[in-house]
């Protein structure tokens, strides 16, 4: 038994059973990680230190009887762009380079006060605005099932890191995407909650209307207990949800039969490759075996998410970066005036993706442009949502692939970014309806490089997102580990 | 060519809640710099604004105060621009969607009511500080710049006027009559000199007749009424001097300089007012349903022009009513008890607003601590009334009174003050007078009639002051004409 290939499930039951310390579990994800980091980049920070001590007292507290639920002693990963008191949070970015915030995201609080051990901080697309996490500023990070191409993004880092066993589970941050598009590369479970569940404060903010931190996990039932942990309302987000939450786990076990599932028709044909849709189509073919009724549904505003997507997105990221600007925290330029100094720092702190959307949105938001782009975007975002309430009144859930192709190879796409957004066709419309989807990995293609396949459901409909990914995960069998990788670069 | 000036002001006023607009960091005013400061005051990475329902529930009672409309479904905006003391570089303000619109406030200027309408009243977040270090603490000559977030996330009101206010003087009655609104709401220090209440002036001129408004100039940094006051006069002959000379007024804003007294143009760089206004996605839309309007509407105070109202129905003057009505709460109570007590109105009001407010004012005391009941108000007033102490000498027992030294009656005999208006007590002392100075009466006899002063001065010697110089007079004049 490979202990960093365990599940959270699984390793709880060792925890528990006292086959296994937090302590042991620790160090062994730490030495896989060692071995495969060189190769891999998947983290900017290993907190050794911190993640030892929070090991040791979650074997006291296991000792003394004080279980503190499913992710107590389980080694956990954080995208570097949720703030870690004392801890360096950059985003990926120069203009953070150093910087250490003096209070936690609230899932960072919720995550240690489950007794979650942390072991770092992971790399990113700067300020999470990627599809590949080519875009950090500390360098790519790679695929563990193939080192010379990219883990996705803008959570790679999260990725690579648990598909290689360098943490057990990690959490990302999706705003178009970013949590499941890179699990669906890396062969591993992503998912994306319903918007307002999980809460952003101490989440460095890309696009607020958008944004939403998400579990990356090994199994279904993993991502169900992780985000157990960390959802709920939290008071100091005020776009956080305050009514209900409901039961995650209940259906899990409940098989399709019976259940409406929806294959979005634009989501299919050019630019997806054969692989992809192949096991896609192999696997909804499947679901209607296992009882299932399924039918093809057409969302025309598929088509025009993309557009609305990088018009929303880049405007509210312009606002929200705007407070990089060295005066208070962070890189500093040295300037003659404010201004120049504000003005040299962003141009010396920030990477050119960045660069480029922060320019996008500022134009899209100007006097004169504003109802032709913002607004338009916004009129396009309401008719996506009447889109989904018509399917949804048809059927439970709707699925497609999660991403047009496999992980392609590092380098392919920095220079195009048009081809760069297309990874996202398939995950923006939930983040713009802000209704939860998850991917779950199906098979690998001849390559060997995974396949995910995405499940949606309506907001707050998580209890049947996670029984259609149930019943897909339990279909595809599919327990595949990338070998890890132990050469020298 | 006659001119008219149009003009309009913008109030920001900082409400005194006791937690900041967005976060729960205190509104403390001199506190030691960057001490009360969080995450989301302080523009970190992750933090997130979360709206103070109080601030909410204030700006409903300013507007309400104000007659405004208040909107049943209100949005925050996000203001974007660039500036050190912004922590975000975009400040959460309100765009097309304030809390409140459409309202009055009526203003007494030379004795007349003047309504000046009320556009709107919008909810935003207060700066940080900025000190400029160097000459003239002005950015242009400064060498570093201390910032200083305590205010930063304040909340702040902005209150906008519209162009209905015709003068200078106008003007400043209207910022004294917001400014004490405010402070009586209770929402408010409204200090000026301590920038919880901030004023900045549009100013236009036109012909008179015109109906298009002229080029308008923000005028900003007037920190007294006094300096509203003459900042609007000048830029009023400014623009009227330029417009004269063949020119045109630059649409512009302008800082005024009280000790030049002048105003001075602000060198912006162009393109900086496009804010790029976008609806602030941190936070919800704000429902402000009507029964919690008028649950706030419940809770106000009486208001200054209702106020003014009843004390004119109880018989005084405008002027009087006015200034009475802008008197601290705790005096207008003691009118109110005098009243009831039976007081007639004038009297009650002048000793109030005359005597008292100078003797608060001299003392430096607390109005609300002021030992000085209607009841013995009214009693000091009937003693005037009825001549039992003379007007010059009801000030010195007013003074007793609010010494703590007892009732009026009390006063007036143990510092021996009681006017002696028996007739038959100053009969006599009358009749030794006219005996002792046969010359004066000479003198009247012929005709100096003028000459009964001196003789009522004698009367008031011979009775150290206590006699009633009104009664004296009488009888005086009664035995020399008798």
Same mark, same amino acid.
């Given at each position: 038994m490979s202990i960093p290939n365990l599940t959270v499930v699984e390793a709880g039951e060792l925890l528990r059973s006292g086959e296994i310390s937090a302590v042991e579990l620790l160090d062994a994800v730490l030495d896989r990680a060692h071995r495969t980091e060189a190769q891999l980049h998947a983290y900017l920070t290993i907190d050794r230190e911190g993640a030892h001590a929070a090991a040791a007292e979650a074997d006291s507290e296991m000792a003394a009887g004080d279980d503190r639920g499913p992710l107590h002693g389980i080694p956990v990963a954080l995208k570097d762009n949720m703030c870690t008191r004392g801890v360096e949070t950059t985003a990926a970015s120069q203009i953070l380079?150093?910087?250490?915030?003096?209070?936690?995201?609230?899932?960072?609080?919720?995550?240690?006060?489950?007794?979650?051990?942390?072991?770092?901080?992971?790399?990113?697309?700067?300020?999470?605005?990627?599809?590949?996490?080519?875009?950090?500023?500390?360098?790519?990070?790679?695929?563990?099932?193939?080192?010379?191409?990219?883990?996705?993004?803008?959570?790679?880092?999260?990725?690579?890191?648990v598909a290689a066993g360098s943490a057990l589970v990690a959490l990302g941050s999706d705003t178009g995407g970013s949590i499941r598009q890179p699990a669906a590369l890396t062969g591993i479970v992503g998912l994306k909650p319903t918007y307002g569940t999980v809460s952003r404060y101490g989440l460095i903010a890309f696009a607020s209307s958008l944004d939403q931190i998400g579990p990356l996990s090994h199994s279904v039932t993993d991502a169900a207990l992780t985000l157990g942990v960390i959802w709920g309302h939290d008071p100091r987000d005020a776009t956080s949800y305050a009514g209900e939450y409901p039961d995650l786990t209940a259906d899990l076990d409940e098989g399709v039969a019976g259940m409406r599932i929806g294959v979005v028709t634009e989501l299919s044909g050019e630019g997806y490759e054969p692989a992809v849709e192949q096991a896609v189509s192999a696997m909804v073919g499947r679901l209607g075996d296992a009882g299932a009724e399924v039918v093809e549904l057409s969302l025309p505003t598929f088509?025009?998410?993309?557009?609305?997507?990088?018009?929303?997105?880049?405007?509210?990221?312009?606002?929200?970066?705007?407070?990089?600007?060295?005066?208070?925290?962070?890189? !500093?330029?040295?300037?003659?005036?404010?201004?120049?100094?504000?003005?040299? $720092? !962003?141009?010396?702190?920030?990477?050119?993706?960045? $660069?480029?959307?922060?320019?996008?949105? $500022?134009?899209?938001?100007?006097?004169?442009?504003?109802?032709?782009?913002?607004?338009?975007?916004?009129?396009? +975002?309401?008719?996506? +949502?009447?889109?989904?309430? +018509?399917?949804?009144?048809?059927?439970?859930?709707?699925?497609?692939? $999660?991403?047009?192709?496999?992980?392609? +190879?590092?380098?392919? !796409?920095?220079?195009?970014?048009?081809?760069?957004?297309?990874?996202d066709i398939c995950t923006i419309p939930s983040n713009l309806s802000g209704d939860p989807a998850i991917s779950v990995p199906i098979g690998l293609d001849d390559q060997g490089l995974p396949i995910g396949f995405q499940v949606m459901a309506p907001a707050l409909g998580e209890p049947t997102m996670f029984r259609v990914a149930a019943e897909v995960e339990r279909l595809a069998g599919f327990t595949a580990r990338p070998e890890p990788a132990e050469v020298a670069r | 060519?006659?001119?008219?000036?149009?003009?309009?002001?913008? @109030?920001?006023?900082?409400?005194?809640?006791?937690?900041?607009?967005?976060?729960?960091? #205190?509104?403390?005013?001199?506190?030691?710099?960057?001490?009360? %400061?969080?995450? &989301?005051?302080?523009?970190?990475?992750?933090?997130?604004?979360?709206?103070?329902?109080?601030?909410?529930?204030?700006?409903?009672? %300013?507007?309400?105060?104000?007659?405004?409309? @208040?909107?049943?479904?209100?949005?925050?905006?996000?203001?974007?621009?660039?500036?050190?003391?912004?922590?975000?570089?975009?400040?959460?303000?309100?765009?097309?969607?304030?809390?409140?619109?459409?309202?009055?406030?009526?203003?007494?200027?030379?004795?007349?009511?003047?309504? @000046?309408?009320?556009?709107?009243?919008?909810?935003?977040?207060?700066?940080?500080?900025?000190?400029? &270090?160097?000459?003239?603490?002005?950015?242009?000559?400064?060498?570093?710049?201390?910032?200083?977030?305590?205010?930063?996330?304040?909340?702040?009101?902005? %209150?906008?006027?519209r162009p209905d206010i015709r003068s200078a003087v106008e003007a400043r009655a209207y910022a004294q009559e917001l400014r004490a609104l405010v402070s009586e709401l209770g929402v408010s220090d409204a200090r000026l000199e301590e920038g919880s209440i901030r004023f900045d002036a549009n100013v236009s001129v036109r012909p008179v007749g015109q109906t298009v408004l002229g080029v308008k100039v923000e005028i900003k940094n007037m920190n007294s009424f006094r300096s509203l006051e003459r900042a609007v006069d000048f830029e009023i002959a400014r623009q009227i001097e330029v417009l004269e000379g063949g020119g045109t007024v630059v649409q512009e804003t302008r800082h005024w300089d009280e000790e030049a007294g002048v105003t001075h143009s602000m060198r912006t760089k162009e393109g900086s007012s496009d804010y790029r206004y976008f609806t602030e996605p941190d936070l919800v839309p704000m429902v402000l349903d009507r029964s919690w309007v008028e649950e706030v509407r419940a809770g106000l105070p009486e208001l200054p022009a209702r106020r003014r109202e009843r004390y004119v129905a109880a018989g005084l003057d405008e002027g009087l009513a006015t200034v009475l009505s802008q008197s601290p709460a705790a005096l207008r109570a003691v009118f109110d008890e005098a009243v009831a007590a039976g007081a007639p109105a004038r009297p009650a009001a002048n000793w109030l607003t005359g005597e008292v407010t100078a003797w608060v004012r001299r003392?430096?005391?607390?109005?609300? *601590?002021?030992?000085?009941?209607?009841?013995?108000?009214?009693?000091?007033?009937?003693? @005037?009334?009825?001549? *039992?102490?003379?007007?010059?000498?009801?000030?010195?027992?007013? =003074?007793?009174?609010?010494?703590?030294?007892?009732?009026?009656? =009390?006063?007036?005999?143990?510092?021996?003050? &009681?006017?002696?208006?028996?007739?038959?007590?100053? #009969?006599?002392?009358?009749?030794?007078?006219?005996?002792?100075?046969?010359?004066?009466?000479?003198?009247?006899?012929?005709?100096?009639?003028?000459?009964?002063?001196?003789?009522?001065?004698?009367?008031?010697?011979?009775?150290?002051?206590?006699?009633?110089?009104?009664? &004296?007079?009488?009888?005086?004049?009664?035995?020399?004409?008798?």
């Open positions: 380079a150093g910087y250490r915030p003096p209070y936690d995201a609230t899932v960072v609080a919720k995550l240690r006060a489950a007794g979650a051990v942390i072991v770092g901080k992971t790399n990113l697309d700067e300020f999470a605005m990627g599809s590949s996490t080519e875009n950090s500023a500390y360098g790519s990070s790679y695929n563990p099932w193939d080192i010379s191409r990219v883990p996705g993004g803008s959570s790679g880092g999260s990725a690579a890191a088509d025009i998410a993309l557009s609305a997507y990088y018009l929303i997105a880049p405007a509210e990221a312009s606002a929200n970066l705007a407070r990089f600007d060295g005066i208070r925290y962070g890189h !500093r330029a040295p300037g003659a005036s404010t201004e120049a100094l504000m003005a040299r $720092t !962003r141009a010396e702190g920030f990477g050119p993706e960045v $660069t480029r959307r922060v320019l996008l949105g $500022t134009y899209a938001l100007s006097a004169g442009y504003y109802d032709a782009f913002y607004g338009q975007a916004q009129k396009v +975002r309401a008719a996506i +949502r009447d889109d989904f309430a +018509r399917a949804y009144s048809q059927v439970d859930a709707l699925v497609s692939p $999660t991403s047009p192709t496999v992980a392609f +190879r590092a380098g392919d !796409r920095v220079d195009d970014p048009l081809s760069m957004y297309l990874s | 060519m006659s001119w008219e000036p149009v003009i309009g002001i913008e @109030v920001h006023v900082e409400l005194a809640t006791e937690s900041k607009m967005f976060c729960g960091c #205190a509104v403390e005013f001199g506190a030691e710099p960057n001490t009360n %400061i969080c995450p &989301v005051c302080l523009g970190l990475p992750g933090a997130l604004p979360v709206t103070n329902r109080r601030a909410i529930e204030w700006i409903m009672a %300013i507007g309400l105060a104000l007659d405004c409309e @208040v909107t049943e479904r209100s949005v925050f905006h996000r203001k974007n621009y660039f500036y050190a003391d912004l922590p975000k570089n975009y400040q959460i303000s309100q765009f097309d969607v304030p809390v409140c619109h459409d309202g009055f406030l009526d203003v007494v200027v030379d004795g007349t009511i003047r309504r @000046v309408g009320i556009e709107r009243a919008h909810m935003e977040e207060d700066t940080g500080k900025s000190t400029h &270090v160097g000459v003239g603490g002005r950015i242009h000559a400064a060498e570093s710049t201390l910032l200083d977030f305590n205010r930063s996330g304040t909340p702040l009101v902005e %209150i906008v006027s003392e430096e005391a607390d109005p609300a *601590s002021v030992g000085l009941t209607g009841e013995q108000l009214a009693e000091l007033v009937a003693m @005037v009334e009825e001549g *039992s102490v003379s007007s010059s000498a009801a000030k010195e027992v007013l =003074e007793g009174v609010l010494a703590g030294e007892g009732n009026p009656g =009390e006063v007036a005999v143990s510092r021996d003050l &009681v006017q002696i208006s028996d007739t038959s007590a100053l #009969a006599s002392v009358v009749e030794e007078v006219i005996g002792d100075n046969p010359d004066a009466v000479e003198s009247y006899r012929s005709g100096e009639s003028k000459v009964v002063g001196f003789l009522v001065g004698q009367v008031m010697r011979a009775t150290q002051g206590k006699a009633d110089p009104k009664l &004296v007079n009488q009888l005086l004049t009664e035995k020399l004409s008798g």
